[in-house]
């Protein structure tokens, strides 16, 4: 079993984790992570409605006694969701763990601090991370420029980024981007991290609730096989390539887009319906480089099971082998 700080304050056997992912968040997936031993979030704004979430959330109790927590992500928006309300439902409904993403969480943090839950805060900056810290988060996950979803626009790759972060901050710091079996565990581990949060992975398995298109596109892909899109809008977001995001890519190529330019081809609506009906050219949707390192669609319970062992194989084995036991720890050839 490999044991971190990460997996002792949060009450979880093994360091890996199911981050929010918008449609895919549901109960089924996430009480599957749960029961496998690692952490798993309901993606709250997948949700309609508050009362929705406090629905799901019982949902997910009904189908295991482990922990698992809810993401609330927050974003600026002309109409905003009623943050305040979903809030409450988590509260209410006695979740002990909540992911925030998105802007800074400083306005929620009492009221969840206050009901003894503890907050794990995305960022895609070392700078993000501090500030996190500062304000009170109990671990912050780090997300790289090979992550789906919003890398940030720095563009610095996990390889750097990873030790840039776990050099300076004092909570635990979860991997994220590019993570997809036991080497990148091993990998983060070895960078200073106390655990991995996954999504275009767990969004590949059995309980994962998006259609089957999606997860043998997942399968065929490439790492090659993303697109950045919105990046002339400095609102940066890694994508699966399909005939959609090409158009988007196109349009903020030719210069002068604005985002009223894309509004109906980026649309939520649409993402939504290629997780649900399975069409892949419906809309865009989120995926990450690291299918590239996907080849299966197992259980959720294999996945976790595999990449742990494999995990425990690599560091006793491979990585052992390195060491010569004759010389001091330490010591310079």
Same mark, same amino acid.
């Given at each position: ?30 009480a599957a992570v749960a029961n ?20 799901e959330i019982a949902r997910c ?46 306005? =929620? ?11 794990? =805060? ?5 700078? =993000? ?154 809309g865009i949707w989120t995926a ?6 996907? =080849? ?38």
């Amino acid at each position: 079993m490999l044991t971190t700080r990460f997996t002792e304050a949060f009450g979880i056997d093994h360091p890996i984790v199911q981050g929010g992912m918008m449609w895919v968040g549901r109960a089924e997936l996430v009480a599957a992570v749960a029961n496998s031993g690692a952490l798993g979030f309901i993606t709250a704004l997948t949700q309609p409605t508050p009362e929705d979430l406090t629905k799901e959330i019982a949902r997910c109790r009904d189908l295991t006694d482990r922990p698992f927590g809810v993401n609330l992500t927050i974003l600026p928006s002309i109409n905003p969701p009623p943050y305040a309300e979903y809030r409450q439902a988590i509260v209410e409904s006695g979740v002990t763990i909540v992911e925030t993403a998105g802007s800074n969480p400083i306005d =929620h943090l009492p009221h969840f601090k206050d009901a003894g839950i503890k907050v794990i =805060h995305k960022c895609t900056s070392v700078r =993000h991370a501090l500030k996190a810290e500062q304000v009170g988060v109990d671990a912050v996950s780090i997300d790289g420029f090979e992550c789906a979803g919003h890398p940030g626009e720095d563009d610095v790759p996990g390889l750097v980024l990873i030790p840039a972060a776990t050099q300076r901050v004092r909570i635990p710091v979860l991997a994220s981007g590019g993570i997809a079996d036991a080497r990148g565990l091993v990998a983060a581990l070895a960078l200073g991290a106390d655990g991995v949060n996954m999504g275009t992975r767990f969004m590949c398995t059995q309980e994962s609730p998006v259609a089957e298109e999606v997860k043998r596109q997942i399968v065929a892909n490439s790492e090659l096989d993303t697109a950045l899109i919105f990046r002339t809008l400095r609102n940066t977001a890694r994508v699966a390539a399909n005939a959609v995001s090409g158009e988007v890519v196109d349009i903020e190529s030719r210069g002068g887009a604005t985002f009223d330019d894309i509004r109906d081809l980026v649309a939520g609506a649409r993402g939504r319906k290629v997780f649900e009906d399975g069409d892949l050219d419906a809309g865009i949707w989120t995926a990450g480089q690291c299918q590239g390192l996907i =080849h299966d669609v197992p259980s959720v319970e294999d996945l976790v099971s595999r990449m742990v062992t494999e995990a425990e194989q690599i560091i006793a084995g491979r990585l052992a082998g390195f060491v010569d036991a004759s010389e001091p720890v330490g010591a310079l050839r």
